[in-house]
């Protein structure tokens, strides 16, 4: 047994880690560490960058314009990626959209999103939640009626990230009310500015737009941006979330987050102190650390089965569990941190330590993260049922 | 053993909740944060009128000179409407650390105006360097003639871009961690080389950087000894603390109804979430947090007299309530899912405000650490 990457490997990483050193502006490191939200303009910049080096979409297959890499490859340059400070960067179109139409678009469909995906020239976002359908995805009601050679599309969507960014949605709409509810789901894309359409903010508690609300009213949508067949949206949206496993536990940038909090520890003081000296912030720290380390072994684990050949299933829902639990905790030790500087809410200038001033946010939003993609209480009840057939 | 209210604590606890059901709704609130100057002054001379804000100050100066059992029917409705109105700032912590530091005539020139809400006071004690530390000051006193001369910042001062006067804690002797030496001292707003930077808070209040340049106040601006302010000061943040607990406890008591009463109506797959077993068991492990914080406030306003018992009790409820929040909040949060996440609904305001309250006064494992240090 050993996890010891081999010598192309370790090339690979090498050339990785000096592409970042080159290219990486040091004002999209600074805003990545310090914890905030580069604008749309800076992220699609970088991107481009990204993409003419040919590692915008690590996951994507050569004959689509992906490097073809290996899952082990994938993990490294995830690696490589978050220790360079870089930020993740937009996973609606190239982890989640892109491989759904290399399975399942038609060659037109192919041919149309896919270039643009890698060339930002699309921002695409994800309709699935409605406000009476979370967890209960599969009871959605937003309704698209055939007529002519469109859909006619009505109803609303919500929490949809980045709406306010993006020119397309991928959308489950409800093309059938007959049989199971899973049944009547379609696989629609939809362009941001057919008219009917409306975008609606919602501010979040760390005081950022992320989200929002979208409503349709008799939305027209061509017949051609049907994904699949009518009736098979849920087998799709499945198909996706046991696609892309090897980054889910967010390994990567909780290392760098690890990395940040000791960073803000050491520099800031308590008692006339470096925090990072206090045995109350080491050992928290270090229960933290510990906890990152038997996670990166289930993520390695898992790759390892990967690499061999095996299908990657409900363990994705294991990594997410512990994956969001050890980020959550990082957050929350940088809110003990920052101390009294927890209070200023930053609008404007820093009024403290700029590296603490983020702190509170980080916490709020990271609340979100055992929510979105699955709720904790949801992935327990598919371990449940999947892993240890508890029924 | 009588662990009940008087009929004045339940008089007055009644009138502060139907103040707040009636004009201090979440909408009301957000009013009152998204305007200037960020708290209601119509609100705080109500406060006034009720006697509110003359409960915990001396009744020679125009208080009600009450208990910690009488000022928590006060702050724990103030809890549950998340209150921004600076009641802390300026009545309890400025209030207290005059009450206890400052001579007659300092009290019966300030008291009287906090209590019936024509002054606004603050107390400026945090520093940059000093996280939650009271002894640590580097500001300091310098003594000119029949003068002081202050110099130094004070740093995240509740309250500070109302306040007309600051009660700042400045060095007059010793070294940085002395408990000897520090003198509390009342400065004006409007001195000369005196700058506030103000900004808003996570919990929707605000607060302020207060830079003092060369500040010459008179020596009788010193409230008592000079050298030895750190009594009244701990006084100050003692009762502050308590206070916060209530409210704290208020706030607790409120997100965890609304969570109670959201899983109850809200419907995933046919039913409502709070008919599966596991949201059941967290709405219960919620209401255990909330009955057991109430638990340890009654005991802290039993001992809270005692001045053998205080500190330990204090530090004791501090971590129960601290570690019991934590936990009531981010579960109201994670229960109610994305709406739980958004500025438009009272659940992540609660959230922030009981975020802040873990760690005010020292954080939760700091006071935990205090308590092994010195209580056991
Ligand atoms: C920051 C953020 C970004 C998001 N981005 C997107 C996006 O881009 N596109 C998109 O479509 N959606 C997005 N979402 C929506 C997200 O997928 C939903 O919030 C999630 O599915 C939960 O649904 P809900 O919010 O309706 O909560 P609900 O489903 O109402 O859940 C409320 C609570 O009940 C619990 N619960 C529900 N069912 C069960 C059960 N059977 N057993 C036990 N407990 C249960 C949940 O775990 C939760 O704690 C985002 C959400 C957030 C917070």
Redesign the pocket.
């Known amino acids: 047994m050993n996890v010891d990457f081999s010598p192309a490997e370790l090339e690979f990483q090498q050339q990785v880690r000096q592409w970042f050193a080159d290219n990486l502006p040091a004002d999209l490191k600074r805003k990545n560490e310090l914890g905030k939200m580069p604008s749309r303009d800076e992220l699609v910049a970088w991107q481009r960058k990204l993409n003419e080096q040919g590692w915008l979409a690590p996951g994507w297959p050569e004959e689509h314009g992906g490097p073809g890499w290996t899952a082990t490859q994938r993990y490294i340059f995830d690696l490589e990626r978050a220790r360079a400070g870089a930020p993740i960067g937009l996973s609606?179109g190239i982890v989640m959209l892109g491989p759904v139409l290399m399975a399942f678009g038609t060659p037109e469909q192919k041919q149309t999103y896919l270039p643009r995906i890698l060339s930002c020239d699309d921002w695409w976002?994800?309709?699935?939640?409605e406000p009476g359908?979370?967890?209960?995805?599969a009871s959605l009601k937003t309704s698209a009626v055939p007529d002519g050679d469109s859909y006619v599309v009505n109803g609303s969507?919500i929490?949809?990230?980045y709406a306010h960014y993006a020119n397309r949605m991928f959308c489950l709409v409800r093309t059938s009310n007959e049989g199971k509810k899973q049944a009547g789901i379609s696989f629609l894309l939809i362009d941001m500015d057919t008219p009917g359409l409306e975008v609606r903010p919602i501010i979040?508690i760390d005081g950022e737009h992320?989200?929002n609300e979208v409503f349709f009213t008799d939305v027209r949508v061509p017949k051609a941006n049907l994904v699949g067949q009518e009736g098979q949206g849920w087998t799709i949206a499945k198909y996706l979330l046991t696609h892309e496993r090897t980054t889910i536990a967010g390994v990567a940038d909780s290392k760098v987050n690890l990395g940040i909090l000791k960073a803000m520890a050491a520099e800031n003081q308590s008692n006339g102190k470096p925090m990072l000296e206090d045995p109350r912030i080491r050992r928290r720290i270090a229960q933290v650390e510990i906890d990152l380390l038997a996670l990166e072994w289930t993520n390695l684990r898992t790759l390892a089965a990967t690499a061999a050949g095996k299908a990657p299933g409900p363990e994705s829902s294991n990594l997410k569990l512990a994956g969001t639990a050890v980020q959550q905790a990082i957050t929350e030790l940088m809110v003990e941190i920052a101390g009294p500087w927890a209070w200023p809410w930053q609008t404007g200038d820093y009024v403290g330590p700029p590296e603490l001033a983020h702190a509170v946010e980080r916490y709020n939003?990271a609340r979100?993260a055992t929510?979105?993609?699955?709720?904790?209480?949801?992935q327990k009840?598919v371990l449940a049922k999947m892993m240890l057939g508890l029924k | 053993m009588d662990l009940t209210l008087s009929d004045e604590q339940k008089l007055i606890r009644q009138a502060v909740e139907r103040f707040i059901r009636n004009d201090y709704s979440f909408d009301a609130r957000k009013k009152i944060i998204g305007a200037e100057p960020g708290y209601s002054t119509a609100h705080w001379q109500t406060f006034a009128e009720l006697g509110w804000l003359g409960v915990p100050l001396p009744e020679a100066h125009g208080g009600f000179g009450g208990a910690l059992a009488d000022l928590l029917q006060v702050v724990e409705p103030f809890g549950a409407g998340m209150v921004v109105e600076p009641y802390l700032p300026s009545v309890i912590l400025a209030g207290t650390a005059i009450a206890e530091g400052g001579s007659e005539a300092q009290q019966a020139e300030l008291l009287p105006a906090i209590a019936d809400g024509t002054l606004i006071a603050a107390l400026a004690h945090g520093e940059r360097q000093s996280r939650f530390n009271p002894h640590d000051v580097q500001t300091s006193a310098r003594r000119e003639g029949d003068a002081y001369l202050l110099d130094g910042q004070k740093t995240v001062v509740p309250g500070a871009p109302w306040a007309q006067k600051f009660i700042v804690s400045a060095r007059t002797a010793g070294e940085r961690f002395d408990a000897e030496g520090i003198g509390l001292f009342v400065v004006d707003a409007d001195a000369a080389g005196l700058q506030v930077d103000s900004y808003r808070t996570a919990d929707g209040a605000r607060a302020g950087n207060v830079t003092l340049q060369q500040v010459r106040v008179p020596a009788s601006a010193a409230l008592g000894d000079p050298a030895a302010g750190l009594t009244a000061l701990t006084a100050a943040l003692d009762l502050g603390l308590a206070a916060a607990c209530g409210e704290a406890l208020g706030a607790m008591q409120a997100v965890y109804q609304r969570t109670l009463d959201y899983v109850k109506t809200?419907k995933?797959?046919d039913v409502p979430?709070g008919s599966?077993q596991?949201?059941q068991h967290r709405l219960v492990d919620m209401f255990t947090a909330v009955e057991s914080s109430r638990s340890m406030l009654t005991m802290l306003a039993v001992r809270f007299a005692d001045p053998q018992e205080r500190a330990r009790a204090l530090t004791a409820t501090k971590v129960h309530l601290g570690q019991n929040a934590r936990y009531v909040a981010q579960q109201a949060v994670?229960?109610?899912?994305?709406?739980g996440?958004t500025e438009e609904l009272d659940i992540g305001h609660y959230f922030r405000r009981l975020t802040l309250f873990c760690l005010a006064f020292g954080s939760t494992d700091e006071q935990l650490e205090t308590y092994a240090a010195e209580h056991i």
Do not use: P
């Open positions: 609606m976002c994800q309709g699935y939640s359908s979370g967890s209960d995805l969507k929490w949809t990230t979040s992320h989200l939003f979100a929510i979105y993609g699955g709720s904790d209480e949801v009840n | 809200r995933q797959f979430i599966f596991v949201i994670q229960l109610h899912g994305g709406i996440m």
